[in-house]
Protein backbone atom coordinates (compact mmCIF):
# COMPACT_ATOMS: atom_id res chain seq x y z
CA UNK A 1 0.00 0.00 0.00
CA UNK A 2 0.73 4.08 -0.07
CA UNK A 3 1.39 6.01 2.91
CA UNK A 4 2.27 9.37 3.11
CA UNK A 5 2.90 12.13 5.82
CA UNK A 6 0.56 14.60 6.45
CA UNK A 7 2.74 17.14 4.30
CA UNK A 8 1.82 15.48 1.65
CA UNK A 9 5.60 15.72 0.23
CA UNK A 10 7.00 12.40 1.29
CA UNK A 11 5.48 9.27 0.37
CA UNK A 12 6.27 5.56 0.94
CA UNK A 13 4.96 2.13 -1.29
CA UNK A 14 5.32 -0.43 1.77
CA UNK A 15 4.41 -3.74 2.49
CA UNK A 16 1.68 -3.31 5.59
CA UNK A 17 0.62 -5.62 8.18
CA UNK A 18 -1.63 -5.21 10.79
CA UNK A 19 -1.11 -7.54 13.79
CA UNK A 20 -4.17 -9.31 15.31
CA UNK A 21 -3.02 -7.94 18.46
CA UNK A 22 0.83 -8.05 21.29
CA UNK A 23 1.25 -11.69 20.47
CA UNK A 24 2.19 -11.12 16.37
CA UNK A 25 4.12 -7.92 17.00
CA UNK A 26 7.69 -10.06 17.20
CA UNK A 27 6.26 -12.09 14.12
CA UNK A 28 6.38 -8.69 12.09
CA UNK A 29 9.38 -7.39 13.33
CA UNK A 30 11.07 -11.18 12.25
CA UNK A 31 9.99 -11.14 8.69
CA UNK A 32 10.84 -7.28 8.20
CA UNK A 33 13.92 -7.19 5.03
CA UNK A 34 16.60 -5.80 4.78
CA UNK A 35 14.82 -2.41 5.13
CA UNK A 36 13.13 -3.34 8.03
CA UNK A 37 9.97 -1.96 9.74
CA UNK A 38 8.72 1.08 11.51
CA UNK A 39 4.79 1.75 12.96
CA UNK A 40 2.66 3.67 11.43
CA UNK A 41 -0.05 4.97 13.57
CA UNK A 42 -2.65 8.15 12.70
CA UNK A 43 -0.62 9.42 9.62
CA UNK A 44 -0.36 13.08 11.60
CA UNK A 45 3.54 13.26 11.62
CA UNK A 46 4.56 15.56 8.68
CA UNK A 47 7.19 14.13 7.16
CA UNK A 48 8.79 10.81 6.79
CA UNK A 49 9.27 9.67 10.55
CA UNK A 50 6.86 6.85 10.16
CA UNK A 51 7.56 5.94 6.42
CA UNK A 52 9.60 3.02 5.11
CA UNK A 53 9.61 3.18 1.25
CA UNK A 54 10.31 -0.38 0.03
CA UNK A 55 10.04 -2.10 3.36
CA UNK A 56 7.56 -3.14 6.21
CA UNK A 57 5.63 -1.45 8.17
CA UNK A 58 2.92 -2.37 11.05
CA UNK A 59 -0.20 -0.42 11.08
CA UNK A 60 -1.11 0.03 14.94
CA UNK A 61 -4.76 0.43 14.42
CA UNK A 62 -5.41 -2.80 16.05
CA UNK A 63 -3.33 -2.66 18.81
CA UNK A 64 -6.14 0.04 20.31
CA UNK A 65 -7.67 -1.48 23.13
CA UNK A 66 -7.91 0.14 26.65
CA UNK A 67 -6.48 -2.78 29.36
CA UNK A 68 -7.08 -0.65 32.88
CA UNK A 69 -7.72 2.73 34.32
CA UNK A 70 -7.75 3.47 38.28
CA UNK A 71 -9.93 6.51 38.94
CA UNK A 72 -8.18 6.53 42.41
CA UNK A 73 -4.36 7.59 41.14
CA UNK A 74 -5.60 8.37 37.10
CA UNK A 75 -3.50 5.70 35.80
CA UNK A 76 -4.01 4.45 32.68
CA UNK A 77 -2.71 1.37 30.55
CA UNK A 78 -3.57 1.47 26.74
CA UNK A 79 -2.38 -0.20 23.63
CA UNK A 80 -0.48 2.65 21.00
CA UNK A 81 -2.98 2.61 18.37
CA UNK A 82 -5.54 4.84 21.10
CA UNK A 83 -5.98 8.28 19.60
CA UNK A 84 -5.96 11.26 22.16
CA UNK A 85 -9.73 11.77 20.60
CA UNK A 86 -10.79 8.04 22.29
CA UNK A 87 -9.08 9.44 25.53
CA UNK A 88 -11.00 12.92 25.40
CA UNK A 89 -14.76 11.10 25.04
CA UNK A 90 -14.02 8.29 26.97
CA UNK A 91 -12.87 10.14 29.89
CA UNK A 92 -13.66 13.62 30.05
CA UNK A 93 -17.16 13.36 30.99
CA UNK A 94 -15.70 11.30 34.19
CA UNK A 95 -13.64 14.66 34.76
CA UNK A 96 -10.24 13.11 33.19
CA UNK A 97 -8.38 14.15 30.20
CA UNK A 98 -4.67 13.35 29.06
CA UNK A 99 -1.78 15.39 30.97
CA UNK A 100 -0.92 16.74 27.99
CA UNK A 101 -2.12 17.26 24.06
CA UNK A 102 -0.44 17.58 20.86
CA UNK A 103 -2.36 19.75 18.45
CA UNK A 104 -4.62 17.22 17.02
CA UNK A 105 -6.99 14.34 18.91
CA UNK A 106 -5.63 12.25 16.07
CA UNK A 107 -2.58 11.77 17.65
CA UNK A 108 -1.68 8.07 18.76
CA UNK A 109 -0.38 7.32 22.28
CA UNK A 110 2.75 5.49 20.56
CA UNK A 111 3.11 8.47 18.28
CA UNK A 112 2.94 10.45 21.34
CA UNK A 113 5.84 8.47 23.46
CA UNK A 114 7.54 7.86 20.08
CA UNK A 115 7.66 11.99 19.24
CA UNK A 116 7.69 13.04 22.91
CA UNK A 117 5.09 15.30 21.95
CA UNK A 118 3.88 18.83 23.44
CA UNK A 119 1.12 20.86 24.28
CA UNK A 120 0.00 24.24 24.94
CA UNK A 121 0.43 23.55 28.42
CA UNK A 122 4.39 22.78 28.72
CA UNK A 123 5.46 25.37 30.69
CA UNK A 124 3.44 23.27 33.51
CA UNK A 125 3.31 19.95 32.68
CA UNK A 126 6.27 19.19 30.68
CA UNK A 127 5.86 17.05 27.46
CA UNK A 128 3.76 13.48 27.29
CA UNK A 129 6.97 11.40 28.09
CA UNK A 130 7.26 13.28 30.73
CA UNK A 131 3.86 11.55 32.75
CA UNK A 132 4.47 7.81 31.23
CA UNK A 133 5.27 5.66 34.37
CA UNK A 134 6.49 2.36 31.72
CA UNK A 135 5.88 0.96 28.98
CA UNK A 136 6.04 -2.74 27.51
CA UNK A 137 7.86 -2.87 24.75
CA UNK A 138 9.12 -5.54 21.37
CA UNK A 139 12.37 -5.69 20.71
CA UNK A 140 14.05 -5.80 17.50
CA UNK A 141 14.43 -9.06 18.27
CA UNK A 142 10.89 -10.27 19.51
CA UNK A 143 11.30 -10.29 22.75
CA UNK A 144 9.30 -8.22 25.21
CA UNK A 145 10.36 -6.16 27.88
CA UNK A 146 9.35 -3.39 30.55
CA UNK A 147 10.82 -0.54 30.26
CA UNK A 148 10.34 2.57 32.88
CA UNK A 149 12.78 5.07 34.59
CA UNK A 150 13.83 2.58 37.04
CA UNK A 151 13.85 -0.85 34.91
CA UNK A 152 15.99 -0.27 31.61
CA UNK A 153 16.82 2.83 32.20
CA UNK A 154 18.91 4.05 28.94
CA UNK A 155 15.70 2.19 26.59
CA UNK A 156 13.48 3.88 28.20
CA UNK A 157 15.48 7.09 27.43
CA UNK A 158 15.82 6.05 23.77
CA UNK A 159 12.34 5.14 23.68
CA UNK A 160 10.97 8.59 24.37
CA UNK A 161 11.18 10.80 21.64
CA UNK A 162 12.73 7.74 19.70
CA UNK A 163 10.87 7.86 16.97
CA UNK A 164 9.49 4.77 16.91
CA UNK A 165 13.75 2.50 16.11
CA UNK A 166 13.54 1.03 19.75
CA UNK A 167 10.92 -1.46 19.23
CA UNK A 168 7.51 -1.71 18.46
CA UNK A 169 5.39 -0.40 21.72
CA UNK A 170 2.43 -2.44 22.81
CA UNK A 171 1.29 -0.47 26.12
CA UNK A 172 1.71 2.36 27.77
CA UNK A 173 1.27 3.19 31.74
CA UNK A 174 0.69 6.87 32.21
CA UNK A 175 -1.47 8.97 34.49
CA UNK A 176 -4.30 10.88 33.47
CA UNK A 177 -5.29 14.89 34.72
CA UNK A 178 -8.33 15.30 36.68
CA UNK A 179 -9.78 18.12 35.29
CA UNK A 180 -13.07 20.24 37.04
CA UNK A 181 -15.40 20.43 33.80
CA UNK A 182 -15.55 19.78 29.81
CA UNK A 183 -14.60 23.69 29.05
CA UNK A 184 -11.77 26.27 29.62
CA UNK A 185 -12.37 29.94 30.16
CA UNK A 186 -10.10 31.42 27.33
CA UNK A 187 -8.87 34.68 26.82
CA UNK A 188 -7.70 36.50 23.46
CA UNK A 189 -6.16 39.31 23.08
CA UNK A 190 -4.09 41.57 20.27
CA UNK A 191 -0.19 42.06 20.57
CA UNK A 192 1.30 44.97 18.16
CA UNK A 193 4.55 42.83 17.83
CA UNK A 194 7.05 40.78 18.55
CA UNK A 195 8.50 42.55 21.68
CA UNK A 196 5.26 42.78 23.35
CA UNK A 197 4.51 39.20 22.65
CA UNK A 198 7.50 37.68 24.73
CA UNK A 199 7.03 40.17 27.52
CA UNK A 200 3.01 39.16 27.51
CA UNK A 201 4.15 35.16 27.20
CA UNK A 202 6.82 35.89 30.21
CA UNK A 203 3.46 37.34 31.83
CA UNK A 204 1.48 34.79 31.23
CA UNK A 205 2.99 31.34 31.52
CA UNK A 206 3.25 31.28 35.13
CA UNK A 207 0.06 32.14 35.79
CA UNK A 208 -2.58 30.73 32.66
CA UNK A 209 -2.56 26.43 32.54
CA UNK A 210 -2.53 27.11 28.52
CA UNK A 211 -0.28 29.47 26.35
CA UNK A 212 -0.12 29.94 22.70
CA UNK A 213 0.61 32.15 20.36
CA UNK A 214 -0.68 33.12 16.03
CA UNK A 215 2.07 35.19 14.27
CA UNK A 216 1.08 37.35 11.09
CA UNK A 217 4.01 36.63 9.27
CA UNK A 218 3.81 39.02 6.89
CA UNK A 219 3.56 41.81 8.56
CA UNK A 220 6.89 44.14 8.63
CA UNK A 221 8.89 46.77 10.45
CA UNK A 222 7.64 48.12 13.05
CA UNK A 223 4.60 45.22 12.81
CA UNK A 224 6.95 42.22 12.85
CA UNK A 225 5.72 39.47 15.15
CA UNK A 226 2.34 41.22 15.86
CA UNK A 227 -0.88 38.52 16.65
CA UNK A 228 -2.87 37.10 18.74
CA UNK A 229 -2.32 35.35 22.32
CA UNK A 230 -4.56 33.36 23.85
CA UNK A 231 -4.22 31.91 27.48
CA UNK A 232 -6.63 29.71 29.20
CA UNK A 233 -7.61 28.23 32.40
CA UNK A 234 -9.43 24.87 33.28
CA UNK A 235 -13.50 26.51 34.13
CA UNK A 236 -15.18 25.94 36.63
CA UNK A 237 -18.24 24.53 35.32
CA UNK A 238 -19.32 22.40 31.97
CA UNK A 239 -20.81 24.07 29.20
CA UNK A 240 -23.52 22.17 27.77
CA UNK A 241 -22.51 18.84 25.65
CA UNK A 242 -22.82 19.22 21.79
CA UNK A 243 -22.58 16.77 19.18
CA UNK A 244 -19.38 17.79 17.10
CA UNK A 245 -20.04 19.09 13.52
CA UNK A 246 -17.14 18.36 11.07
CA UNK A 247 -16.39 19.92 7.37
CA UNK A 248 -14.36 18.95 4.92
CA UNK A 249 -12.08 19.93 2.27
CA UNK A 250 -13.39 17.59 -0.55
CA UNK A 251 -10.41 18.20 -3.11
CA UNK A 252 -7.32 19.57 -3.39
CA UNK A 253 -7.16 23.40 -3.87
CA UNK A 254 -5.49 24.40 -6.78
CA UNK A 255 -1.68 25.83 -6.08
CA UNK A 256 -2.39 29.23 -6.91
CA UNK A 257 -5.11 30.02 -3.63
CA UNK A 258 -2.35 30.12 -1.40
CA UNK A 259 -0.59 32.65 -1.96
CA UNK A 260 1.22 36.02 -0.34
CA UNK A 261 -2.00 37.48 -1.57
CA UNK A 262 -4.79 35.57 -0.10
CA UNK A 263 -2.83 34.94 3.00
CA UNK A 264 -2.14 38.42 3.39
CA UNK A 265 -6.18 39.16 3.03
CA UNK A 266 -6.75 36.04 5.97
CA UNK A 267 -4.17 37.37 8.31
CA UNK A 268 -6.08 40.82 8.22
CA UNK A 269 -9.65 38.89 8.90
CA UNK A 270 -7.92 36.58 12.13
CA UNK A 271 -5.82 39.60 13.45
CA UNK A 272 -9.15 41.95 13.87
CA UNK A 273 -11.32 39.03 14.89
CA UNK A 274 -10.35 39.60 18.84
CA UNK A 275 -11.90 42.89 19.61
CA UNK A 276 -9.07 45.95 20.23
CA UNK A 277 -9.51 45.56 24.00
CA UNK A 278 -9.64 41.10 24.00
CA UNK A 279 -12.38 39.14 24.62
CA UNK A 280 -12.76 35.99 27.66
CA UNK A 281 -14.94 33.15 26.89
CA UNK A 282 -15.72 29.51 27.45
CA UNK A 283 -14.94 27.35 24.97
CA UNK A 284 -15.14 23.15 25.24
CA UNK A 285 -11.94 21.51 25.29
CA UNK A 286 -12.36 19.94 22.40
CA UNK A 287 -12.49 22.84 20.45
CA UNK A 288 -9.65 24.95 22.20
CA UNK A 289 -7.05 21.90 22.29
CA UNK A 290 -7.67 20.72 18.33
CA UNK A 291 -9.05 23.52 16.65
CA UNK A 292 -7.80 22.16 13.33
CA UNK A 293 -9.81 19.11 13.88
CA UNK A 294 -13.33 20.99 12.87
CA UNK A 295 -11.68 20.69 9.12
CA UNK A 296 -10.89 16.62 8.14
CA UNK A 297 -8.52 16.68 5.23
CA UNK A 298 -7.70 20.39 5.91
CA UNK A 299 -4.05 19.79 4.50
CA UNK A 300 -5.69 19.75 0.80
CA UNK A 301 -5.84 22.98 1.26
CA UNK A 302 -2.03 23.20 0.24
CA UNK A 303 -3.14 21.16 -3.32
CA UNK A 304 -1.15 18.33 -4.77
CA UNK A 305 2.09 19.18 -4.03
CA UNK A 306 1.26 19.00 -0.11
CA UNK A 307 3.34 21.55 2.23
CA UNK A 308 6.45 21.53 4.86
CA UNK A 309 5.98 22.61 8.21
CA UNK A 310 9.20 24.13 9.91
CA UNK A 311 9.09 23.92 14.04
CA UNK A 312 12.05 25.25 16.15
CA UNK A 313 12.40 25.27 19.27
CA UNK A 314 15.54 28.40 20.29
CA UNK A 315 16.93 28.77 23.76
CA UNK A 316 15.32 31.51 26.30
CA UNK A 317 18.72 33.39 26.41
CA UNK A 318 18.76 33.83 22.34
CA UNK A 319 15.01 33.69 21.31
CA UNK A 320 14.23 37.64 21.68
CA UNK A 321 17.30 37.68 18.96
CA UNK A 322 16.63 35.02 17.35
CA UNK A 323 13.35 35.33 16.71
CA UNK A 324 13.25 38.20 14.68
CA UNK A 325 15.68 37.11 12.25
CA UNK A 326 13.30 33.83 11.63
CA UNK A 327 10.47 36.51 10.84
CA UNK A 328 12.25 38.63 8.94
CA UNK A 329 13.85 35.56 6.70
CA UNK A 330 10.14 34.32 6.24
CA UNK A 331 8.80 37.91 5.71
CA UNK A 332 11.19 39.05 2.89
CA UNK A 333 10.92 35.75 1.64
CA UNK A 334 7.22 36.37 0.60
CA UNK A 335 6.40 32.89 1.65
CA UNK A 336 2.46 32.45 2.76
CA UNK A 337 2.44 30.67 6.21
CA UNK A 338 -0.94 31.70 8.11
CA UNK A 339 -0.68 28.23 10.37
CA UNK A 340 1.84 29.67 12.55
CA UNK A 341 2.24 29.41 16.24
CA UNK A 342 4.46 30.83 18.99
CA UNK A 343 4.71 29.14 22.44
CA UNK A 344 6.75 29.09 25.00
CA UNK A 345 8.15 25.79 26.42
CA UNK A 346 9.26 24.78 29.80
CA UNK A 347 11.90 22.79 29.79
CA UNK A 348 13.98 19.47 28.53
CA UNK A 349 12.34 16.29 27.92
CA UNK A 350 13.43 13.07 29.35
CA UNK A 351 14.36 11.39 25.81
CA UNK A 352 17.57 11.36 24.17
CA UNK A 353 15.79 12.99 21.11
CA UNK A 354 13.26 14.57 22.84
CA UNK A 355 12.62 18.16 21.10
CA UNK A 356 11.62 20.85 24.03
CA UNK A 357 14.17 22.68 25.99
CA UNK A 358 13.31 26.13 28.27
CA UNK A 359 12.81 28.37 25.44
CA UNK A 360 10.16 29.57 22.23
CA UNK A 361 9.05 27.55 20.06
CA UNK A 362 7.61 29.04 16.34
CA UNK A 363 5.90 26.84 14.01
CA UNK A 364 4.76 27.38 10.57
CA UNK A 365 3.37 26.08 7.36
CA UNK A 366 4.37 26.69 4.06
CA UNK A 367 3.14 25.47 0.33
CA UNK A 368 5.54 22.97 -1.64
CA UNK A 369 6.67 25.75 -4.11
CA UNK A 370 9.71 25.86 -6.26
CA UNK A 371 12.57 27.75 -4.01
CA UNK A 372 11.04 26.21 -0.83
CA UNK A 373 14.02 24.55 0.40
CA UNK A 374 16.23 27.56 -0.10
CA UNK A 375 13.75 29.09 2.45
CA UNK A 376 14.06 25.91 5.07
CA UNK A 377 18.05 25.65 4.25
CA UNK A 378 18.08 29.76 5.75
CA UNK A 379 15.87 28.82 8.99
CA UNK A 380 17.83 25.40 9.77
CA UNK A 381 20.80 27.82 9.58
CA UNK A 382 19.75 30.64 11.64
CA UNK A 383 17.99 27.93 14.35
CA UNK A 384 21.71 26.53 14.70
CA UNK A 385 23.34 29.69 15.16
CA UNK A 386 20.83 30.75 17.89
CA UNK A 387 21.21 26.84 19.69
CA UNK A 388 18.08 26.01 18.97
CA UNK A 389 16.63 22.45 17.01
CA UNK A 390 14.13 21.47 14.52
CA UNK A 391 11.02 19.13 15.64
CA UNK A 392 11.54 15.98 13.67
CA UNK A 393 8.03 14.76 14.04
CA UNK A 394 7.11 17.91 11.49
CA UNK A 395 10.28 17.63 9.54
CA UNK A 396 10.68 15.98 5.98
CA UNK A 397 13.76 18.10 4.69
CA UNK A 398 16.55 18.63 7.79
CA UNK A 399 20.10 17.38 7.06
CA UNK A 400 21.89 14.82 8.59
CA UNK A 401 24.88 16.96 9.74
CA UNK A 402 22.12 19.96 11.05
CA UNK A 403 20.04 17.03 13.03
CA UNK A 404 24.04 15.99 14.82
CA UNK A 405 24.24 19.44 15.82
CA UNK A 406 21.11 20.35 17.24
CA UNK A 407 20.59 16.59 19.15
CA UNK A 408 23.43 16.62 21.70
CA UNK A 409 21.67 13.02 22.70
CA UNK A 410 22.28 11.13 19.33
CA UNK A 411 25.33 9.62 20.87
CA UNK A 412 23.45 8.19 23.90
CA UNK A 413 20.76 7.11 21.67
CA UNK A 414 22.90 5.49 18.53
CA UNK A 415 24.55 3.72 21.34
CA UNK A 416 21.26 2.07 22.66
CA UNK A 417 20.14 1.32 18.99
CA UNK A 418 23.62 -0.59 18.64
CA UNK A 419 23.35 -2.82 21.33
CA UNK A 420 19.56 -3.72 20.70
CA UNK A 421 19.21 -3.69 17.17
CA UNK A 422 22.85 -4.58 15.58
CA UNK A 423 20.63 -5.87 12.49
CA UNK A 424 18.47 -2.79 12.27
CA UNK A 425 15.74 -4.14 12.27
CA UNK A 426 13.90 -0.93 12.67
CA UNK A 427 14.22 1.60 10.46
CA UNK A 428 12.73 4.50 8.36
CA UNK A 429 13.04 7.35 5.47
CA UNK A 430 13.85 9.42 8.52
CA UNK A 431 16.36 7.36 9.90
CA UNK A 432 18.35 6.32 6.44
CA UNK A 433 17.56 10.47 5.40
CA UNK A 434 19.37 11.64 9.05
CA UNK A 435 21.92 8.75 8.82
CA UNK A 436 20.85 7.24 12.15
CA UNK A 437 20.80 3.47 10.80
CA UNK A 438 23.41 3.00 8.74
CA UNK A 439 23.54 -1.18 7.69
CA UNK A 440 25.98 -3.19 8.87
Known amino acids: MSLCGWGRTTYARVSACTPPGRTGVGEAIAAADDHGLIVYAGGRSYGDVALNNGGRTLLSAALKRIYSFDPGSGELVCGPGVTFNDLLHRFLPDGYMAPVNPGTGYVSVGGAVANDVHGKNHDHAGSFGDHVLWMDLVLPDGKPVRVSPDEHPDLFAATIGGIGLTGVIVAVCFRMQKVPSNAVVLREERVPDLDAFLSRLEEVRSGRTYTVGWIDTL ?31 PVDFPGFVLNSWTVRAFNQLYYRRVPRGGRERRVQFERFLYPLDALLDWNRIYGKR ?16 GLPRLLEEISRSRASSFLTTLKTLGGSGRGYLSFPMRGYT ?21 TLEYGGRTYLAKDAWLSAGAFQQ ?35
Open 219 to 249: ARGSRLGRGILESADPAHESLPSATSRRARV
Open 306 to 321: GFFQFQCVLPEGTGAA
Open 362 to 382: LALDFPNKPGIEVLLGRLVRI
Open 406 to 440: MYPGLKKFVRVLEEIDPEVRMNSDLARRLQIRLPH
